[in-house]
């Protein structure tokens, strides 16, 4: 009777894995837009379900970007104007393709690299009878278990938007620490050719007080 409670709970869990992975998909990628242009992506999305759409400008410029969000419709939900980093959510009640659109339209030399996390997540009721089936049929001794690893699913799940939220923040300030490495240098270098071609100046200058042009002879 024990080892049948815990091949139940093995079983369960297997099965919340395997639930989770229809009823949600996520993914994250890193995307260059070129000085000028506007690109738009689309993500389909299943009825009763949950888009989230998450974006950082991680290079390039003042780290800013236009962003417009059409939901299933075609109607516009959100449009930010250059912004650094944001994050909607799209409710739809139906099935169908929901778009987003980058614009580097204002910039005409820089580029910007944008980091881009999409998750969906589908809520429905129906997808969970048969955990529910398997859930009451474990014995009670073991159904503390089994409601544990629904939770650290769910934490998981949360763990794993953070820490995508975290990437890209770190993508982003490694970037800027990467371009101080280069313009620190840089300024030192014409401060210090500045300073040189000041001082040869005031020389100059000062020599010159102390020099008689008038050629007078005696």
């Known amino acids: 009777m024990r080892r049948d409670g815990v091949s ?4 369960s869990f297997l099965f919340i894995l395997y639930a989770r992975s229809l009823l949600a998909f996520e993914t994250s990628f890193t995307y260059r837009l070129e000085a000028g242009r506007e690109e738009c992506f689309f993500q389909d999305v299943p009825k009763d379900s949950t888009t989230e759409i998450e974006y950082q400008v991680i290079e390039g410029g003042d780290m800013d970007i236009d962003f417009s969000l059409y939901g ?8 930010d104007r250059r912004q650094a980093d944001g994050m ?6 139906k099935e169908g393709l929901v778009q987003f659109c980058f614009g580097n339209t204002f910039s005409r030399v820089t580029e910007k690299i944008v980091f881009i996390d999409i998750g969906v997540n589908r809520d429905d009721d129906d997808s969970w009878t048969t955990f529910d089936q398997i859930d009451d049929s474990v014995d009670s001794d073991f159904k503390p278990v089994a409601d544990s690893v629904h939770r650290v699913t769910n934490d998981m799940e949360k763990v794993q938007r953070d820490q995508d ?3 890209g923040r770190e993508a982003r300030d490694r970037h800027i620490v990467e371009s101080n490495l280069f ?4 300024w030192s270098i014409v401060n ?6 000041t001082t040869g ?18």
């Open 165 to 167: 939220h975290i990437r």
């Open 88 to 93: 909607h959510t799209v409710n739809s009640d």
């Open 201 to 218: 100046l005031q020389v100059y200058f000062v020599r010159r007080l102390f020099i008689d042009d008038r050629g007078i002879k005696t």
């Open 192 to 197: 210090c050719l500045v300073l040189i071609l």
């Open 183 to 186: 313009r620190i240098p840089m």
């Open 8 to 11: 139940m709970i093995f079983r």
């Open 72 to 79: 299933v419709n075609g109607h516009v939900i959100r449009t």
